[in-house]
């Protein structure tokens, strides 16, 4: 069984907090500037949720290689193809101007390959299989992330 993005989410703001506490490197902000990370961590939050909150009213697989049954392309679908990942994004990056270093940086790079290599690509890969020329259309319309 494979692991699920929202624990590479967890597993990467660990990560965050310990490079933050251990190795910061430069502390580029400070609070109350800190602070503004709420924003991003809170639009990262309604994203993800959102875009889940769509895939289950079109009732279609949610967990990554679950079977899909739509092609969900509204909403922020409109502008991404990959609104929940983009919103674990978001929180990340969020949760690194809270933290204030440099250092807290530093994991998001990993968690974006993971994510990109171990997901999108092959559910891209899996949603031209089951929707063919509507999924080939959306994604010549669509960037994969923004």
Same mark, same amino acid.
């Given at each position: 069984? #494979?692991?699920?993005?929202?624990?590479?989410?967890?597993?990467?703001?660990?990560?965050?907090? @310990?490079?933050?506490?251990?190795?910061?490197?430069?502390? =580029?902000?400070?609070?109350? =500037?800190?602070?503004?990370g709420i924003i991003p961590?809170?639009?990262?939050?309604?994203?993800?949720?959102?875009? !889940?909150?769509?895939? #289950? #009213? !079109?009732?279609?697989?949610?967990?990554?290689?679950?079977?899909?049954?739509?092609?969900?392309?509204?909403?922020?679908?409109?502008?991404?193809r990959n609104p929940m990942?983009?919103?674990?994004?978001?929180?990340? @990056?969020?949760?690194?101007?809270?933290?204030?270093?440099?250092?807290?940086?530093?994991?998001?790079?990993?968690?974006?390959?993971?994510?990109?290599?171990?997901?999108? @690509?092959?559910?891209?890969?899996?949603?031209?299989?089951?929707f063919s020329r509507q999924? @080939?259309?959306?994604?010549? #319309?669509?960037?994969?992330?923004?």
């Amino acid at each position: 069984r #494979k692991i699920v993005p929202p624990v590479y989410l967890l597993m990467t703001l660990v990560l965050m907090w @310990l490079m933050n506490q251990f190795f910061p490197v430069y502390r =580029a902000v400070y609070p109350p =500037a800190a602070y503004l990370g709420i924003i991003p961590v809170i639009f990262g939050i309604a994203m993800a949720a959102i875009a !889940a909150g769509m895939f #289950k #009213k !079109a009732d279609t697989g949610l967990v990554p290689f679950e079977e899909a049954t739509t092609l969900v392309t509204d909403g922020f679908y409109r502008y991404t193809r990959n609104p929940m990942y983009l919103g674990m994004f978001l929180m990340l @990056l969020g949760g690194a101007i809270l933290m204030g270093s440099i250092g807290a940086l530093l994991p998001m790079p990993i968690f974006v390959l993971v994510i990109r290599n171990h997901f999108v @690509l092959a559910e891209e890969r899996f949603l031209e299989a089951a929707f063919s020329r509507q999924y @080939l259309d959306y994604q010549s #319309k669509v960037r994969r992330w923004i």
